[in-house]
């Protein structure tokens, strides 16, 4: 893990903010990142916490500005862990709108990287497409 983040930020960072565990395995360390699910109550807390974005000059909304640092990890995260507990997801999406075209390329990239995630992205993916608040295609 350490190899993977050099220079970008260290494996410690992920652990306080909660993405990933420290384990231990034979003689080494080991990391495990947390799944959707495990993170979605400490989730809820971060984007509820957040005031109502507002619309810039141009029409687009911001993305919620929240206390402490956010990862672009946790509004994937927290989409799928709604997703996966049966949440609606549509107010999420329109709060995230800001952020749609990289909620979409990650998305898309999680599902060719995670077959076990496909069905929970799908879902995501086509909720984006289906208003035209969604849609950047």
Known sequence: M???TRGILEPDSLIK???MIRGRAGRGRSYEVK????????LLEKFKETTTSQETLFGEIEPPKMEGKTYFIDYVHFLMALIEGGENVVPWLERFRGETPRLRAACEYLMARNKGFSTTLKKILDL???????STR
């Open 35 to 42: 799944q959707p699910l495990e993170r979605f109550v400490s």
């Open 2 to 4: 350490h190899k993977a």
């Open 128 to 134: 984006m497409d289906v208003g035209p608040l969604f």
């Open 17 to 19: 903010a909660g993405i």
